[in-house]
């Protein structure tokens, strides 16, 4: 470590004289550390860009697959028929009648005090198939814990029934419950374990119990009271798929039918033209705004002039006018002006939706078409720009990242080059001061020294 010996015999500030020198001796890496603020600018910039161009990507290439615009949407008659269209509908109309809705078992014990010993149930389901339950005892709650953690399907519930007439204790009754509903989930529940089971100890059906509710399935009927008739059946209170794609929600028996229709929703196939025009526009107004040149004057009077960081970049100016081409041209000889997507005079990109509706319920198959090919187009573009491995916006990204990368190695070089060189200064200082301290002080010896040779020679 250099010693500072700060203007001990020179009287020069010596700190401040090393300090003017290392900032001029910096200046290489001063214009490095600049150089590497202007590529992460670039670099986050172009980040930027190439997410919303992604994005662009995924709505485009979803856009363009066959029967993404084929979109429908479905009502009903009644408020207690919901139906819900989705991949596959098509235009249709269907008259139901709900005969019946989906319900789960429930039923209810005897009052009892406790479980009959020595406490082991068993239910068994619709198929036959029996689960054998083992409570930790017989009382009522660990009998109610114990169903309620098994795989039965059931649940349980403790009510409380009031007092034996007989003894005055306490008692209750158990309700069982299926989990799901529908004719399948119906149950019986038998004391005992499996081989036990028999008529005589069904618990619902003993004196005092009582079947609440019997499971049963959905029903809904179509063309009633004609020899097409059809009755169709579901465990839920949904029918899936009762046309195709759409399905159906019933809430309450109907007496007379209900009319189920099925039509084009040009509303959702508007919402995803609109929303593809929505993200393209997204990516100009990004690149017109990283591309404009402003002009402004300083303090000192003089102006100045400020480029975007995609002002003059060729790369972002051919992906620009590519994706303004995908969605600009033709298609089978037709302009996309025609519905309702178009450039303006200012290069702005504008979506017409009454236009667009209108074109839509004069010719739905050829707006189809022509929203179809205009997502393609724009999806090869954006995936060819923005692809993760392949990119062209990636390639530029990477490259400025290995550039920024490299600066920062220099800069750190230069870290070591200027702590080295201001070493070097504070020790040619230090060893200066020195050296000036020893001349004085061979100076004032030589000042004493002919001092005393003068005196000594008057003397004489």
């Known amino acids: 470590m250099a010693i500072s010996l700060d203007g001990l015999s020179s009287g020069l500030d010596t700190t401040s004289l090393i300090t003017s020198l290392m900032q001029a001796e910096a200046i290489p890496q001063t214009l490095l550390k600049n150089q590497i603020t202007t590529v992460n600018n670039e670099i986050s910039a172009y980040q930027s860009l190439n997410a919303k161009i992604a994005a662009l990507a995924d709505l485009a290439t979803s856009t363009a697959k066959p029967g993404a615009l084929d979109l429908y949407k479905a009502s009903t008659s009644s408020p207690t028929v919901v139906a819900t269209a989705g991949t596959g509908a098509t235009s249709g109309e269907l008259q139901v009648v709900v005969s019946a809705l989906a319900t789960s078992q429930i039923g209810v014990s005897a009052a009892m005090a ?16 029996a689960i054998e339950i083992t409570p930790a005892s017989n009382s009522l709650d660990d009998v109610v814990k114990a169903i309620n953690s098994s795989a039965a399907g059931v649940t349980a519930t403790k009510i409380a029934a009031g007092t034996d007439p007989v003894s005055g204790a306490n008692q209750y009754r158990i309700q069982f419950s299926s989990t799901t509903t529908g004719a399948n989930s119906s149950f019986e529940v ?3 374990a499996p081989a036990d089971v028999s008529a005589a100890n069904d618990v619902l059906a003993a004196p005092g119990a009582a079947m609440i509710k019997t499971a049963q399935d959905a029903k809904i009927t179509l063309w009633g009271g004609t020899s097409a008739e059809q009755v169709i059946t579901s465990a ?7 046309l195709p794609g759409v399905s159906v929600t019933v809430s309450a028996v109907s007496t007379d039918p209900v009319t189920l229709s099925v039509a084009r929703d040009a509303a959702k196939v508007g919402s995803v033209a609109s929303s593809l025009v929505d993200s393209l526009k997204a990516v100009f107004s990004l690149v017109s705004t990283n591309s404009t040149v402003t002009s402004s004057i300083g303090t000192d009077g003089k102006s100045s002039i400020t480029s975007g960081i995609f002002a003059g970049d060729s790369t972002v100016r051919d992906i620009n006018q590519k994706l303004r081409g995908a969605v600009s041209m033709p298609v089978n000889g037709h302009s996309p002006s025609e519905y309702g ?9 504008a979506f017409d939706a009454d236009k667009f509706s209108a074109a839509l319920a004069a010719n739905p198959t050829i707006v189809n078409a022509a929203v179809t090919e205009i997502a393609s187009r724009v999806a090869a573009v954006a995936t060819q720009t923005s692809d993760k491995f392949t990119g062209t916006l990636t390639a530029k990204i ?5 550039q920024a990368k490299s600066l920062g190695v220099q800069v750190a070089d230069w870290d070591l080059r200027l702590a080295s060189r201001k070493s070097s200064l504070q020790r040619t200082y230090s060893a200066m001061e020195v050296t000036l301290s020893n001349l004085k002080a061979q100076q004032a010896n030589l000042t004493s020294q002919l001092s005393g040779l003068t005196t000594s020679t008057t003397g004489n």
Do not use: K, R
């Open 341 to 349: 997507i178009s450039i303006a005079g200012d290069g702005t990109l």
């Open 190 to 192: 038998h004391t005992g």
């Open 236 to 242: 839920s209170n949904t029918f899936a798929d009762l």
């Open 398 to 402: 990477t490259g400025d990242q290995s």
């Open 114 to 129: 406790a479980w009959p010993s020595p406490g082991t149930l068993t239910i068994v389901g619709h198929d036959g198939t």
